[in-house]
């Protein structure tokens, strides 16, 4: 999508290693979320910031570990990859507090296998 | 507490026939309520939102959701399918947090729509 991108696209890990996913934008939007997505779950909230070194837990946070040093940038660490988090990672970015106003716009995703 | 429950996991229609993808939420505040689509191994596309204004919203695509709060739905639906529409498609109710600082979206497992030539 356009202003939000994710690297990498693909990504094939072993079990135990460290794994960090990227999540850019141009937008210059204050709020950004990472969410996972697996077949009959729908999307869950990992983890999210609201500003520069701002982040907050979701429901899914457990082995998981956010950085947002720059607005642009909020990355996604897989501190020791296992095989329960093999998916599709999501980012995404909303502009404004008041949700009741904006949607979020996602990025195209980071198809994770963990092996 | 907010959540959100779609009621078909896959709906399968044919091609020029209505579709009706249903969604039942629940909330403790007035809710801000979106539908999602999502093509094979792409990203989510918001198709339409409601925010307190009209119960009937209107989306892309010729898509329209119809706000009832006694029911506490938010069914979407397509007057004539096309072959494009089939995807999977995600209900969405916003949450609130305390003094409504910050919302974050809730998801519906998904409905996964086929569509017949």
């Known amino acids: 999508d356009a202003g939000i991108t994710q690297s990498p696209r693909h990504k094939v890990t072993e079990t135990g290693t460290p794994v960090t996913l990227r999540c850019h934008q141009t937008e210059n939007h204050r709020y950004m979320y990472w969410y996972r997505q697996d077949p009959g779950h729908g999307l869950r909230l990992i983890h999210y910031?609201?500003?520069?070194?701002?982040?907050d837990k979701g429901e899914v946070s457990d082995g998981y570990s956010v950085s947002r040093s720059k607005t642009e940038d909020f990355l996604l660490t897989l501190e020791s990859a296992t095989s329960s988090q093999t998916s599709v990672y999501f980012c995404?970015?909303?502009?404004?507090?008041?949700?009741?106003?904006?949607?979020?716009?996602f990025g195209s995703g980071t198809r994770l296998t963990v092996v | 507490a907010q959540s959100v429950t779609q009621l078909d996991s896959h709906v399968s229609v044919s091609e020029g026939t209505p579709v009706l993808l249903r969604c039942n939420y629940s909330s403790s505040y007035s809710p801000s309520l979106f539908w999602y689509v999502q093509h094979p191994n792409k990203g989510l596309q918001l198709l339409l939102k409601y925010t307190s204004a009209a119960t009937l919203v209107k989306g892309i695509n010729g898509f329209e959701a119809e706000f009832k709060k006694s029911e506490t739905s938010f069914h979407l639906t397509k007057p004539s399918a096309h072959m494009s529409d089939a995807a999977e498609y995600f209900c969405v109710v916003s949450r609130l947090y305390y003094g409504g600082s910050q919302g974050n979206l809730i998801f519906g497992k998904g409905t996964k729509l086929s569509v017949k030539p």
């Open positions: 995404a970015i909303s502009v404004g507090r008041n949700l009741s106003n904006y949607g979020y716009t």
């Open positions: 910031s609201y500003g520069v070194k701002d982040t």
